[in-house]
């Protein structure tokens, strides 16, 4: 069973809307299981001891006694219709308290309402297409959350954890509580339809789970997967993940790039994460058949034509390459990892998606 690193949850809070836990009606079936049989053990008791009696007369005598409201009976009844009414009497006021109690429990305790919002939240997530599903809430995943709402995407979160699950009534996503390693918790999500699933829990075996649960159901979405130790990462991978990462190794090579080159990790993170800088960096992804797809570097002149930077180029078959020669040639599913602004950023993305004249 996978489990959040609920050990570690952040402090602070984020504003957000969380779908509730799992429906609870089923536990509601069994008062109004044993109300009803009751109700039809009194009626089939009637008819067998006051035979002119209808079906109908019979069900209103039951449903009398046993709710004990002393209205009128419909007839005289035998010695042995009234030794039948004191059993059901006794038999029936406890099943109808239970059902009534239950019911009661149902309205006021906000069970009712907690189901309309899960109904309401997975009619919504229905509706996704496109989005990110995060699977674990503590404070990576939290991170994970703000990054990914900071930019307006739509996120569900999965949790197993109860408390997490509470915690995030307030978040501006949606969330579903179950164990990400299950078909069904994941289908809930919207795995069929999002564009990337994160795993962020603080268990690697967990990890490796939901990874090979996820790229089962979905083998075209990226999958981002935290590794705890160093050993687990190869695993990640064959279980299908696009990239692993280390939460450690990550924070102990970020420290020491501050420590050596602090200025080009301050102008990174301005890049990345600033909203109010101009430059951004961003990854387009050529289409086939656009104005980009077959020509060389030189040919689109894209510095010229759209005023954003080519920085990296990773290739369709997977090969990374920074900074690449004018005379490189870009193909359909190639990747351009490209410097500009919001405005010449929308040029270039139009020019890869575009059809060249020739076609």
Not at 251 to 280: I, K, S, T
Not at 317 to 327: D, I, N
């Amino acid at each position: 069973m996978t489990r959040s690193d609920s050990s570690s949850r952040d402090s602070d809070a984020i504003t957000a809307v969380v779908v509730p836990a799992p429906p609870t009606i089923w536990r509601y079936l069994a008062p109004v299981g044993a109300f009803f049989s009751v109700i039809l053990i009194g009626m089939t008791g009637y008819l067998l001891f006051e035979p002119e009696l209808s079906t109908l007369d019979a069900v209103y005598m039951a449903v009398i006694t046993v709710s004990t409201v002393g209205f009128k009976e419909v007839g005289e009844l035998s010695t042995a219709g009234r030794v039948w009414t004191i059993v059901l009497v006794l038999l029936g006021v406890g099943a109808f308290s239970y059902f009534v109690s239950s019911v009661t429990q149902f309205l006021v305790a906000g069970e009712l309402r907690g189901l309309l919002g899960r109904r309401r939240m997975e009619r919504e997530i229905g509706r996704m297409q496109g989005h990110y599903i995060v699977c674990g809430l503590g404070r990576t995943g939290m991170q994970v959350v703000r990054e990914l709402s900071r930019e307006g995407h739509a996120i569900v979160v999965v949790d197993n954890d109860a408390s997490a699950i509470e915690r995030a009534r307030e978040l501006a996503v949606a969330a579903v509580q179950g164990d990400a390693g299950d078909n069904e918790t994941l289908k809930r999500a919207g795995i069929d339809r999002c564009v990337a699933l994160i795993t962020a829990l603080d268990d690697d075996a967990a990890n490796v789970f939901v990874v090979l649960t996820a790229r089962n159901l979905n083998e075209r979405i990226l999958i981002v997967s935290r590794a705890n130790r160093d050993e687990s990462t190869s695993k990640l991978t064959i279980a299908g993940a696009n990239r692993v990462i280390s939460p450690y190794n990550l924070a102990g090579r970020r420290m020491a790039q501050l420590a050596l080159r602090p200025n080009v990790v301050e102008f990174l993170e301005f890049v990345m994460h600033d909203q109010e800088l101009e430059l951004w960096l961003e990854e387009i992804t050529i289409a086939i058949g656009s104005a980009l797809d077959g020509a060389t570097i030189a040919e689109t002149s894209i510095r010229r034509e759209t005023g954003v930077n080519v920085v990296a180029l990773r290739q369709r078959s997977g090969k990374l390459m920074g900074v690449p020669a004018p005379e490189t040639r870009l193909s359909a599913g190639d990747i351009l990892v490209v410097l500009g602004n919001r405005e010449n950023l929308a040029r270039l993305r139009a020019l890869a998606n575009r059809p060249s004249v020739e076609n």
